[in-house]
């Protein structure tokens, strides 16, 4: 089985959100399995580990009615083989996105990971694309790859990770930047303007999303951003599998950026520590309370108006400590950044995003907070159970997929359904009280570390997905 995983960004090269930590970490896993996973990425202006990278040829790219350079470089990490895409005007920028061009920029990336592929002694069974970046390879694929010996068999698997990001654009791009008459405007025409995600969703073999809740919720018109019609059309080639988190990465007993080090069998030595180095970096008080956390962007979808809603009650009703990372929407930050000053030696807040910092919190902190609008799958969540820092999460996506509250029976976390400041109060309540019941805390954090979140189970249902969508013609 041969896989190329097409994303915009990976690591240990380029990332901006979850999409990278998938990127890096399911092929790494499929490799271990035997399969060949190859993972196909922009080569950015700001690319890490740039000196790791070969030359291997380059060649012209279509781009409407022009033809543009690009380079092929490749690497190996994690005994994952990398192929990078090189055109220093769409990708020499300081940033992966958020640039006017961007629906040149990655028509030219999708139109690219075809091409490559005639210069390459690689033929994928499989490619598996990722978000709106690489919507158009399918929709490349089946208008001019298709009858090609070294294509006829290509399947094409499309991942959203994130169905609020479309690619949506007016269709005057569609002919003179994608390269797509207006015969066939069509496939991606959606509701008046070009929208990359939806040609992938019309050309793509299976498209998936990364939590079966997930899967299900995007057929709502509430969670689908405007595409809940053309899904439930497409459901029979629609699935939901969870991601996973690399345990090599977030592990509590080699984590550099930990004070102190810990397992499972040690927590009850090495957590506390931690905990005492996070409470002297945020100047809070050591008085015995727990401390809550908050890793994430400041913006709406994160539910963090419910968390604004009740935190100056949960700090001095509570009796919590709180501490808060990220950067986001001006109104959250403010928010966050006048909560600190509000509560000195009781919130302690830092507006960016430090990713030594964030280890050092998810070790730290007794609870971590999840309280989101939406959540296609979240890592954060597996990230805290795999160091003991129990989870408080609204039950959607993947966070109902991976947290099961505690107080029902058996779970390694706190849950709340309804989307409500009050049902966040309630759960945030009861982690509180457990906390000061020692013996049932220790027993839940065990639980909560023993989870297996890693990539081996998920794996094993993308390989069976690949090998379902190799046969089915």
Known sequence: MKILYAASEANPFAKSGGLADVAGSLPKALVKDGIDARVVMPLYGDLKLRSTLTYVTNFSVP???????????????????????????????????????????FAFFSRAVLEMLFYLDFAPDVINCNDWQTGLVPVYLNLYYRHLDKFNRVKTIFTIHNIAYQGKYGLEILEDTCGISKRD???????????????????ADKVTTVSPTYAQEILDPWFAHGLDALLREKQYKLCGILNGIDTEINNPSTDPSLPAHYSV???????????????????????GSPVFAVVSRLVGMKGLDLLQ????????????????????????EAFFSDLAARHPGRVGTVIGFDSKLAQQIYAGADVFVMPSKSEPCGLAQMVSCRYGTVPVVRETGGLKDSIQDCTLGE????????????????????????YWKKEDWENLVAYAMRCDFSWALSAKSYEGLYNETVNLW
């Open 63 to 105: 781009v409407g009615w022009r033809s543009q350079y690009c380079g092929l470089f490749t690497a190996v990490a994690d005994g994952v083989t990398y192929y990078f895409l090189d055109n220093e005007y769409y990708f020499k920028r300081a940033g992966l996105y958020g640039f006017y061009d961007d629906g040149e920029r």
């Open 185 to 203: 405007q069509h496939i991606v025409e959606y509701d008046g303007c070009a929208n990359f995600m939806k040609g992938a969703i019309e050309c």
């Open 265 to 287: 069998k040690s927590f009850k030595k090495g957590k506390p520590k931690c905990k005492e180095a996070l409470q002297d970096r945020f100047a809070l008080e050591k008085d």
């Open 309 to 332: 809603s009740i935190a100056d009650a949960l700090v001095n009703d509570g009796g919590i400590e709180l501490v808060v990372l990220g950067t986001g929407e001006s109104g959250y």
């Open 411 to 434: 779970g390694n976390g706190f849950a709340f359904a309804d989307y409500s400041a009050h049902d966040l109060y309630d759960a945030c309540w009861r982690a509180k009280e457990l």
